[in-house]
C-alpha cells in the first residue's frame, strides 16, 4: 500500500490545491491531507475549521484522508510510516522554498522522507490562498479560485468585520 502526504496550509482550500489532490490521488493507494497547526502564524481559519472545508470539498475522492499536524512534517510522516511528501509547483517564484523545504526534510528524516512535486495545472499557476484571502478582504470576486461553499465561508469572515488582513500570514 503506497502512501503520501500532502501537507500546507490550506487556508482556504483552493482550485489549485483541490487539482494537486486529485492527481496525487490518483497515484497512491492513500492521500493523507494534512493541515499544519501552526501556532507562529495567525491564520483565517482554525486548523479545524480548515479541516472541515478539506474534508468538505474532498468527499467523493475515497482514497483521501484529512487530518492536522504540529511540529515537523518528517516527525509526523515517521509517526505514520509514510514517506513520501507531495506539493504543487506553481512557477519558478515557487522553487526556492519548495526546494529547501523537500532538502531539510531529506536531511531531517536521513533520507526517509522524499518529496515530488506535482507542477499545478497552468489555469491555476498563479492561484494563491494569501491572493484569494486579499481578494475577498476587499469585497472583490473569489469565485474562480474556491468552490462555492468556501467562498461562502471566506466572506462570511470578512463580513464578520473581525480579520484584518495585513495580521494574516503571507504565503500560500
Ligand atoms: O502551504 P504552506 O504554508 O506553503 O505549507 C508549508 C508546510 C506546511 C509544508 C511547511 O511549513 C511544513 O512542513 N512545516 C512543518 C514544520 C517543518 O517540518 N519544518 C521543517 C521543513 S522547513
Do not use: W
Not at 493523507?32 to 474532498?58: C, G, H, Q, W, Y
Not at 522553487?95 to 531539510?104: G, K, P, V
Not at 494563491?128 to 474556491?146: N, R
Amino acid at each position: 500500500m503506497k502512501a503520501a502526504i500532502y501537507p500546507g496550509s490550506f487556508d482556504p482550500v483552493t482550485f489549485g490545491h483541490i487539482d494537486i489532490i486529485r492527481r496525487a490521488a490518483d497515484m497512491f493507494d492513500e492521500l493523507i491531507v494534512s493541515v499544519l497547526d501552526n501556532t507562529a502564524k495567525t491564520p483565517l481559519f482554525s486548523v479545524e475549521e480548515r479541516v472541515k472545508m478539506l474534508r468538505d470539498v474532498t468527499k467523493d475522492i475515497p482514497n483521501v484522508a484529512v487530518e492536522s499536524f504540529q511540529g515537523l512534517l518528517v516527525d509526523y510522516a515517521r509517526e505514520k510510516d509514510v514517506h513520501v511528501s507531495v506539493r504543487g509547483l506553481r512557477a519558478v517564484t515557487d522553487f526556492e522554498y519548495e526546494l529547501q523545504i523537500a532538502q531539510t526534510n531529506r536531511l531531517l528524516s536521513k533520507g526517509r522522507l522524499d518529496t515530488i512535486f506535482l507542477t499545478t495545472s497552468l489555469e491555476y499557476a498563479y492561484l494563491s490562498s494569501s491572493s484569494v484571502k486579499e481578494i475577498a478582504s476587499f469585497g472583490g470576486d473569489i469565485g474562480p479560485c474556491v468552490p462555492p461553499e468556501i467562498a461562502e465561508r471566506v466572506y462570511a469572515r470578512y463580513r464578520s468585520g473581525s480579520v484584518r488582513p495585513e495580521m494574516e500570514e503571507q504565503h500560500g
